[in-house]
């Protein structure tokens, strides 16, 4: 009997709740935000982006009080920058909001980063039923650098109706109808970022030709500069849009213009991806405290909501409201969708498809 008491008193204790457990987490918390004010500010580096500036950071502001620094660039210019930086025991940035190619290939290749995972902190960021995947979705190898909040089903390309009328545009074969030569823009694809990356998906989905004839056959208008295809795929003097991003042919669609989004083709199927971006901290941040507020914010239900809302792009998240999205960006059960984010192809599979379409290209030209 005695020892029937013993046992029962044992897992009533392992069984209560530790006095003060539950509020843990919030004394911590309350000290990483006093700390991030004595710190004044964070260091936040990603692609140039309306909604970072117009609506994530301020709100992130008013409710912390922590101003936010965005470095907003090319990923190339800032990964070169951020190399320099550390060559000469420089460290000024604290986080970073950067493509899959970017994100594995420099900042966790290069060992740039520091672990992410230790930084979290908020229950509702750590609870896994909050998320789709059952926990946050660290992505790298080692499962602590790279988090990727977003999975959406990828636009393929944007078309202005007004001119080119989806029927018109029912698989590949179709890009390359002679009417269109000179009507399609396109980012540049010898340089890394989105159009090399649909320059990849081209090449492995549909095969080499087709990557030499829309490149150069087409004589597509290629740029780096975003705004320039949204504003030709308004005007309708490139009513083919490759590389337009939900986000900023929003405001033309709002105008009435029928600029309609297509996610796949008949011989190409439509794939997911981690866009806008996957998250990283930079290594030795000189902001700890306030990195720490923000990425844990970032990643909460209000701060992704934000971000899915302004820019169009599916979460990870099980509690964030999915109803103004788009139904086709939104990944169905039961399909298994080609992964154009996924770690090893990233990493070897498009890199190798990137080079072989750049070396073909440059010879073309």
Request: aromatic content about 10%; some cysteine; hydrophobic content about 40%.
């Amino acid at each position: 009997m005695g020892l029937l008491i013993f046992l029962a008193a044992w897992l009533w204790f392992l069984a209560a709740p530790v006095p003060g457990g539950a509020q843990a987490w919030e004394k911590e918390w309350n000290q990483v935000l006093a700390a991030a004010k004595k710190e004044g500010k964070v260091v936040v580096a990603g692609s140039p982006d309306p909604v970072m500036r117009a609506e994530l950071i301020p709100r992130f502001t008013a409710r912390f009080g922590i101003p936010v620094e965005f470095m907003a660039g090319r990923s190339s210019e800032t990964v070169a920058r951020v190399k320099t930086e550390q060559l000469a025991n420089l460290y000024t940035m604290d986080v970073f909001l950067s493509g899959p190619d970017t994100t594995m290939n420099s900042l966790h290749g290069e060992k740039l980063i520091d672990p992410l995972k230790p930084m979290l902190i908020l229950p509702e960021v750590l609870d896994g039923s909050k998320w789709k995947k059952g926990k946050p979705w660290f992505v790298d190898p080692e499962e602590r650098y790279v988090l990727r909040p977003f999975s959406s089903v990828a636009s393929l390309l944007f078309i202005n109706a007004d001119i080119v009328k989806p029927e018109e545009i029912r698989s590949s074969k179709d890009l390359l109808n002679p009417k269109w030569k000179g009507k399609i823009s396109a980012e540049d694809p010898m340089a890394t970022g989105s159009g090399s990356n649909l320059a990849s998906r081209f090449y492995v989905q549909i095969g080499p030709d087709f990557v030499k004839k829309i490149y150069i056959e087409q004589k597509p208008f290629i740029s780096r500069e975003r705004r320039q295809f949204t504003d030709g795929l308004a005007r309708g003097t490139q009513p083919i849009c490759l590389n337009c991003r939900e986000d900023d042919v929003r405001p033309f669609v709002k105008e009435g213009m029928k600029i309609v989004e297509l996610f796949e083709l008949t011989d190409m199927p439509a794939v997911i991806n981690a866009s806008p971006w996957m998250l990283t901290v930079g290594a030795k941040t000189p902001h700890p405290n306030a990195a720490r507020v923000f990425v844990n914010w970032l990643l909460s239900k209000e701060g992704l909501e934000i971000y899915a809302r302004g820019y169009g792009s599916a979460t990870l998240r099980t509690d964030v409201d999915e109803s103004f999205l788009n139904p086709k960006n939104i990944p169905k059960a039961g399909i298994k969708y080609f992964d154009d984010s996924e770690w090893v192809w990233t990493l070897t599979g498009r890199r190798e498809s990137r080079e072989k379409v750049q070396a073909m290209l440059k010879e073309q030209r």
